[in-house]
């Protein structure tokens, strides 16, 4: 079976109304090419999400930003799994390092994973170091991370998860700078060892490592040819242009890629 790109669009807490965010996805929906190559996704804030699923709907589908690691309760502000495939999400974004550093564990990472997969919903389990230092101790991090995140995961299932490597250095306004293509390829291989650690070398292979922070249509080249299967662009899926022209880029390089 042919391997799939994904570009997934993370929103975050943008933008600041309905409106705008109707506009944006309008333009998102008709713009954005699509191709049996890639899977486009856009994940808006949960309040919006309902809405620009059922009114605003084309070939890129929509996810949910973070997924409880409950299935419900007494969780004020916490969205649960079925909530979020009920209002039409078929992704979930998990373990996202703006969840984490408000005091989100791998434990937890762990439980919305499960409910996630048992949603019938694709999780995107996003892992990433806060820096990285001379001894290489962020590899530890990354280990942990998969790990505990896997730990109640049927390996049967692990090809169902994306893993988005987003190093914590390289997302947002702020950021330095995006990885470099060989940071990205050095984790991703270690990633598929983790995976192979945990179950095999087959299931390692077939499971999809995304690059995530500060990706937009100006460099994410060097990625796919260091093998990401696709991208979680923050900023850049919100500007539609950027976001289709990204796309298009994937799918011209996937196309290429199977006819080799
Ligand atoms: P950015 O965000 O593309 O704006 O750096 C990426 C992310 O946090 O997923």
């Known amino acids: 079976m042919e391997k799939k790109y994904y570009v997934i669009g993370n929103w975050k807490m943008n933008p600041g109304n309905l409106n705008e965010a109707k506009s944006t996805a309008k333009t998102l929906q008709r713009i954005t090419p699509n191709s049996k190559y890639v899977e486009t996704v ?5 309040v919006f999400l309902y809405t620009l699923q059922k009114e605003i709907k084309g070939k890129t589908k929509y996810g949910h930003q973070g997924i409880h690691y409950e299935a419900k309760g007494a969780f004020t502000t916490k969205i649960s799994a079925s909530m ?3 209002a039409g999400a078929k992704f979930g974004i998990i ?3 703006e969840e984490r550093r408000e005091g989100v564990t791998d434990e ?4 919305s994973l499960k409910n996630c997969l048992k949603e019938g919903m694709t999780p995107v389990l996003c ?3 806060n820096e990285r230092d001379q001894n290489g101790f962020y590899f ?4 942990q991370q998969i790990e505990t995140a896997l730990s109640n995961i049927p390996k ?3 090809t169902d998860i994306i893993i988005a490597y987003e190093p914590v250095w390289a997302i947002g306004k702020d950021a330095k700078r995006p990885a470099s293509a060989n940071e990205f390829l050095e984790i991703k291989i270690y990633i598929q060892k983790v995976i192979t650690d945990l179950s095999n070398r087959k299931t390692a292979d077939e499971v999809s490592i995304i690059y995530g922070g500060s990706a937009d249509d100006t460099n994410i080249l060097p990625f796919l040819e260091a093998g990401a299967m696709g991208f979680l662009p923050g900023r850049a899926s919100l500007e539609p242009e ?3 022209k990204m796309v298009l880029e994937v799918i011209d390089f996937a196309k290429n890629e199977g006819s080799k």
Request: glycine share 10%; charged share 10%.
């Open 156 to 158: 049967t299932r692990y």
């Open 127 to 129: 892992v990433g170091e």
């Open 242 to 244: 950027v976001f289709s």
């Open 108 to 111: 937890m990472v762990s439980g």
């Open 84 to 86: 979020a495939a009920s």
């Open 95 to 97: 373990g996202h390092s």
């Open 42 to 46: 856009i994940c808006p804030p949960s």
């Open 140 to 143: 530890n991090i990354i280990r």
